[in-house]
């Protein structure tokens, strides 16, 4: 199992009067609320952090969103150049750029292809439709986004492999001449993932055998969607996909006692918080499917955010305690879904870097070697998630994860 470090670089300093009477975290916060002198000291912090990660053996991650005092990682791929910068090691895993609210593709492959290019090799690159809510600031329709979604994933491709120039006339993007510089430095492209849980997307991970992420679904929720891609992909004829096509985020907190862990850990609630959004920011019209915007309209779409501190920790979904009870739970973990990704977010909200630093280096001395070779000999493991042994019918995906 690889193992990943992860943060939203959040700016924790909004007071609850602020929060409240603009409706959360995201969108719609005034920037007033930002001090550029606490914000550069937040980012020297939080990638002194990944460099910590890097050098304890974590690979890491970096994310995007827009106009949000939750996350000030506001491009994925400067993100992903001033981690690279800071480390030797890890590779780093891009999840993700949201091709729908980027006004080019092309500039996508070549900052993707850069990033590859100077770092050797070390990308992972994810590809996201956006979450619902990143629909106001890029002001596209929400209508269009996964059929723009799909067509910037096949134009990027297409610029990467082609090797020669092409002209590009879809429906959503235009291009009279394409032939980007650099190519990726792994051929014919640095590996692909794709995070969300909708059918239609999950069935396309699978037929491209594209790595599929769920975020903070519940394990049952998380199990259902790797089912439809295992048996989505074997019968499109590839071969049975093994752990290193199924990647979870969990939140995390390891400690010396159990009740340190948990007094520490309940800071992580920070990241489930700012789901208080406007009306209409949770569902834009046309963003969803019929049957999902149903779902969120009766608030099981993200109903993770409504769970409490403690069935948080008992579904797995924060893994909080002492390094031998999160072993036990990463454990869990892979033998009811088979995940050989996990992505940590070890940090959120007002936790300090020392609390940060003393969690990363215990949980590399005593839970990483414990949790490693998961998955490692999955072909020899007769384990009930493998395709001839699991018999649960494949349903629609449930997602209460958060995206």
Not at 142 to 152: G, K, S, T
Not at 169 to 183: A, I, K, L
Not at 300 to 305: N, P
Not at 362 to 374: E, G, I, Q, R, S
Request: glycine share 8%; charged share 20%; with cysteine.
């Amino acid at each position: 199992m690889k193992l990943y470090h992860f943060t939203e670089m959040p700016y924790p300093y909004i007071a609850p009067e602020a929060e409240e009477a603009n409706r959360g975290l995201k969108y719609f916060m005034p920037n007033r609320y930002y001090d550029p002198v606490l914000g550069h000291e937040l980012y020297q912090r939080y990638l002194d952090e990944y460099e910590l990660a890097d050098e304890l053996g974590f690979d890491l991650m970096v994310n995007e969103h827009h106009q949000s005092a939750s996350t000030l990682q506001v491009s994925a791929t400067l993100s992903a150049a001033s981690v690279l910068h800071r480390t030797r090691r890890g590779r780093v895993l891009i999840l993700g750029t949201p091709l729908p609210h980027r006004e080019s593709p092309i500039r996508v492959a070549e900052e993707i292809a850069y990033l590859d290019s100077v770092s050797g090799g070390r990308i992972d690159c994810g590809f996201v439709r956006g979450v619902q809510g990143e629909t106001f600031p890029s002001n596209q329709n929400p209508v269009h986004n996964l059929d723009m979604f799909i067509e910037a994933h096949d134009l990027i491709k297409k610029a990467w492999t082609s090797g020669d120039v092409f002209s590009w006339e879809g429906r959503h993007y235009h291009y009279r001449y394409v032939s980007v510089w650099p190519r990726p430095y792994q051929q014919p492209h640095p590996p692909i993932w794709i995070s969300g849980t909708s059918t239609r997307l999950v069935e396309w991970t699978a037929r491209h055998g594209y790595t599929l992420c769920n975020l903070l679904g519940t394990y049952d929720d998380t199990a259902t969607s790797f089912r439809l891609y295992r048996r989505t992909a074997v019968a499109a004829g590839l071969p049975e996909p093994g752990p290193d096509r199924f990647a979870y985020m969990a939140l995390c907190h390891v400690a010396p006692t159990e009740a340190k862990a948990r007094e520490i850990g309940r800071k992580l609630i920070y990241y489930l918080k700012p789901g208080k959004l406007r009306l209409g920011a949770a569902s834009p019209p046309g963003y969803f499917p019929p049957a999902s915007a149903v779902a969120a309209l009766q608030g099981r779409l993200g109903a993770v955010r409504r769970m409490s501190y403690e069935d948080l920790i008992d579904a797995g979904i924060l893994l909080i305690g002492t390094p031998d009870q999160v072993t036990a739970q990463i454990h869990r973990l892979y033998e009811q879904t088979g995940a050989g990704h996990l992505i940590l977010m070890n940090h959120a909200g007002d936790m300090t870097s020392n609390e940060v630093r003393d969690h990363l280096t215990l949980f590399a001395k005593d839970v990483m070697p414990a949790v490693t070779a998961l998955g490692a000999d999955w072909h020899d493991k007769d384990t009930t998630w493998r395709v001839d042994n699991d018999t649960t019918p494949v349903q629609a995906v449930l997602s209460s994860a958060l995206s």
